[in-house]
Every structure is written in C-alpha cells, then in structure tokens.
C-alpha cells in the first residue's frame, strides 16, 4: 500500500523533459506499468525542486514513473516510496531471494481521526519520528500552524517541535531553544521569541505568518505573547517532507538524538491562512471551529518510524 511519492528533479538535463511524466501504482508491469492507475501528474518541476505526491494508500507491486506517448528515460529524477511492506510475492518462473522485515517497520495511517488521542515520544532517540502527510502542497504564503504539547524535556536543551524541510532548504522549522525562548526558522536565520514559561501540563502552543508584510505572531493557551516581522514577500515551498520528533539537518534525515522531541503531541492543526484572533482563543478553548486543511488531528495521513505510541 503506497501512501506518498517524492521526487527529486536532480537537474542534470533539460528540465521541460519531466514535465507531464505521471506516477503509476499497480500490479502489471507491461509496457512500464503505463496502464497501472494514476496517483499523480508532474506539471512543471524546477532544478533540484522536491514534489510529494498523496497516493492514498493506492495497493500495487509496481511504482512507475513515466512520460506518456513519449519514447524517453528520465535520468534526472530520484524516487522516494513511503509504503507499507507487504509479504513479497514470488513468481513461480522468477525465484527471488526472501523479503525480510526489520522490526522497526514504518506503520502508515490515511485519515486517521486521532481525536483525544496523543503521540507519545517516550525517549531520546535518533530513531523516533512521525512522517505528516499534507493535505495540500505546502507551497505556502500564510500559515497557522497550532499544536498541544506536554513536555517532558530537561532544561538547556535544543528541542524540536515541527520540522519541515525540502532537498536543500529549512523550510519551515519551530523550536524550543537552549535558553526556553521559541525559535522559528524559514529558509535562513530564525526569529526568535522571548522565553516562555511551560506549564507541568497540556500547553497550547500557535504561530502564524503572512509573506505580505510578514507579520508574525506566537500565542501561548490562547493568549498573543509576542508579534514581530519575519521574512517578508516569502514563500514557504513545497514538495518537502514534515516530521515530528526530529529535526531533519538533510532531506529526510541527519538526525540528532540530543534535539529530539520527549513527550506528547496532539490536537496539531495547520492552515493555509492567518487565523482570526477569535478563532485562536476558540481553538484553545476547545470550542468548535474550521479544522486544518493542510494537517487536521481529526483526519490524519502519517508514517510512524520507531518507538512513537498513539495513547
């Protein structure tokens, strides 16, 4: 069951040729699997850009990425599968060697709805971490990105709370740094928050930006702690990977056990928009408002990777 497919345009041609190449999962490998059903199209790819697609659990041996009605290869793109392992199916004509499993195999959910339920980083590792698959493609020019956090983090010490990163760049990257204060990192240096004091319990926790004049706000339990101007005219890109529990120093990996997560995260909700300021005391109140469009704890895509615990 393959839940997304990432791939990298690795730029060593002419970048026109992968445009209109199609992503196809299925079990027929005839003619390069072109007849498997489509999860997804490549309209336009830049240089070194990374796009994601959803496939939706879509079930099939054969992942294919080719050019419709065009005799080419692509040379320039690297695949990435986020699947569920399956029993290896071996044909009779074709003996092949066995399919082992390691223990800490991913566990993929679609649509989850983990209301009133939380995931639970027991401890430091450079193993644990939860894959989000977005709703939307995360090439973003506002966000409001909200979650529920009970820490279980010593003092002075670098932790991670969202990680979200393409090929090349920190996309979009939120921290509680060595000295307390929250640090928010898009693409270069970071706005840095003034210290927060969290409480021995559930602490709600949002920030959110707009590109336009690049107002930025932190609010803590549904209270505005601090606005500053952050990365004005930008542009979150997508076709990254977000991770919760580690923090991503390469595309999907470089992890660092001392920086990540320990505790529990739930309730996380992102939109692609600056919510109102009553829809910010509403969500942490509880009350009901709009769930999250790119990520809603109610209906949830995620890989887990290690020892993570829905609880």
Known sequence: RVHSVAITNRGDCCRERINGAEIRIGNSKEDGGINNPRCGVVFKMDYEETLSFNCKGMEGRYVTVTIPDRMEFLTLCEVQVFADPLEAIIEEDKPEPPYI?????????????????SLMFPKESDT?????????????????????????????????????????????????E?????????????????????????????????????????????????????????????????LLGQDQDSFGGGFDKTQSYLGQIKDLQMWTKVLPLRSLKSLFKGREIQNGNIFDWSSLSYIVRGNVTIV
């Not at 698959?133 to 670098?158: G, H, I, Q, W, Y």
């Open 101 to 117: 499993i390691e223990p800490d195999v991913e566990i993929s959910n679609i649509n989850m709805d983990l209301t009133n339920t």
């Open 128 to 176: 644990n971490f939860v894959n989000l698959l977005p709703d939307k493609a995360m090439s973003l020019r506002a966000f409001t990105l909200c979650m529920k956090l009970l820490l279980n983090v010593p003092e002075n010490r670098e932790t991670i709370l969202f990680s979200y990163r393409t090929l090349h760049y920190d996309e979009l990257n939120l921290w509680i």
């Open 178 to 242: 060595r000295d307390g204060r929250i640090g928010l990192y898009m693409s270069g240096d970071g706005l840095i928050f003034p210290r927060m004091k969290f409480k021995d319990e559930w602490n709600h926790l949002c920030v959110t930006w707009e590109s336009k004049r690049g107002r930025t706000e932190l609010w803590m339990n549904g209270r505005r702690s601090a606005t500053k101007v952050y990365r004005r005219k930008h542009t979150v890109r997508s076709g990254g990977l977000v």
